[in-house]
């Protein structure tokens, strides 16, 4: 990120948009999909395809890296291993990156967290999903 995106990327949480890397962000999906849950998975790779799409102004990317950034993390406000609530904060961070990213969830990008919702989950567990 260049010097003019320094408070965007402090705002939202230098420390977490540190931790996110693509490879990271696909090891954790690939590790955590079952105790992590279809919703979780759905919307993290909705952040993560809004991401990657040209246009979206460096602030919703900043943030979205940095939510991404803390999904990744093991060990956040709730440990990602206690049974049950270990992703509510991670579902909450995201939630909230949604918000704020919510004008560029278009349907190629809900068409491409499908496909991974698919990929993880089995074919056809996503035709229920927005």
Same mark, same amino acid.
């Given at each position: 990120?260049?010097?003019? &995106?320094?408070?965007?990327?402090?705002?939202?949480?230098?420390?977490?948009?540190? $931790?996110?890397?693509?490879?990271?962000?696909?090891?954790?999906?690939?590790?955590?999909?079952?105790? /992590?849950?279809?919703?979780v998975?759905?919307?993290?790779?909705q952040?993560?395809y809004?991401?990657?799409?040209?246009?979206?102004?460096?602030?919703?990317? #900043?943030?979205?890296?940095?939510?991404?950034?803390?999904?990744?993390?093991?060990?956040?406000?709730?440990?990602?291993?206690?049974?049950?609530?270990?992703?509510?904060?991670?579902? /909450? /961070?995201?939630? #909230?990156?949604?918000?704020?990213? &919510?004008?560029?969830?278009?349907?190629?990008?809900?068409?491409?967290?499908?496909?991974?919702?698919?990929?993880?989950?089995? #074919?056809?567990?996503? $035709?229920?999903?927005?």
């Open positions: 990120m260049s010097e003019d &995106n320094v408070i965007d990327v402090q705002i939202v949480g230098e420390k977490y948009v540190k $931790n996110f890397s693509e490879d990271g962000f696909w090891e954790k999906v690939s590790k955590v999909f079952k105790s /992590a849950g279809l919703e998975i759905y919307k993290a790779a952040l993560y809004v991401m990657k799409k040209p246009g979206v102004p460096i602030h919703i990317k #900043a943030a979205i890296m940095a939510t991404l950034g803390y999904f990744i993390l093991p060990f956040d406000i709730i440990p990602d291993f206690i049974p049950v609530a270990g992703y509510s904060d991670d579902l /909450a /961070a995201i939630g #909230a990156a949604l918000v704020m990213a &919510n004008f560029y969830v278009d349907e190629n990008v809900k068409m491409q967290a499908r496909e991974i919702i698919d990929k993880f989950f089995g #074919a056809g567990t996503s $035709n229920n999903l927005d």
